[in-house]
Every structure is written in C-alpha cells, then in structure tokens.
C-alpha cells in the first residue's frame, strides 16, 4: 500500500512563487517515476513535470524555465518549485508515482493552486 500526502498550494497573485511537495509512504519501489499533474475547470489532467529516481526529468513546454520539479529520495518527497506564476497555471495540482516495472501508480489528492490577475 502507497500514500501520497500533498501540501504547499494555496492563493498567489501572478509573478509571485509557490512551492508544492508530495511525500510518499509505505511500499515504496527503488525504480520509480515521481511527477505532478494538473487539472484546471474543464480541462483534461495534464502533465506538468515528472523526475526518475535516477534524476532524469521532463517538463511540460508550458512551464520551461518558471518550474523546477526536484526530490529526496531518502525521504520519498517530490517537490515542484514555481516561479513567475501566471494565471493559466491555476489548477489542481496532482501529486503522482509510477512503478514502470510493475506498471503501477498512485495518486495524491491533490491541492489547489490559485493565482489571481
């Protein structure tokens, strides 16, 4: 059984900085991909950025250069640092962890981000 627990949204005015972290429990594999999705009203759930557990990383084009997706893998934690927050990014953000071998995954409960005009 894997948990993933979520914290760090919350309301921001565009231009400022949020920092989003997920942290992972209980069965956890050595290979593993851990990433963050969103979803925004009326719009399908969408990858953001994703980390291997060996640091390989892809970003959505839309946050290049404004997101940094980093992790402790002594502590089982994906972090996603946001910079220059625009609007369009308000969505909720999804935490999500992959077993490729196993063709598993989990998914947090997510947390809402809000950045207002």
């Known amino acids: 059984q894997v948990q993933l627990e979520e914290s760090g949204g919350g309301l921001v005015q565009a231009g400022g900085s949020l920092r989003l972290s997920c942290a992972a429990s209980g069965n956890i594999l050595a290979i593993n991909f851990m990433g963050w999705y969103r979803q925004a009203p009326g719009k399908q759930r969408e990858l953001v950025a994703v980390i291997k557990s060996g640091g390989g990383t892809n970003y959505a084009e839309s946050v290049k250069g404004r997101f940094t997706i980093s992790r402790d893998n002594a502590k089982n934690t994906v972090y996603l640092q946001m910079n220059s927050l625009k609007p369009e990014d308000t969505a909720v953000y999804y935490c999500?962890?992959?077993?490729?071998?196993?063709?598993?995954?989990?998914w947090g409960q997510g947390t809402q981000v809000t950045v207002s005009s």
């Open positions: 999500k962890l992959d077993f490729p071998r196993t063709l598993t995954d989990y």
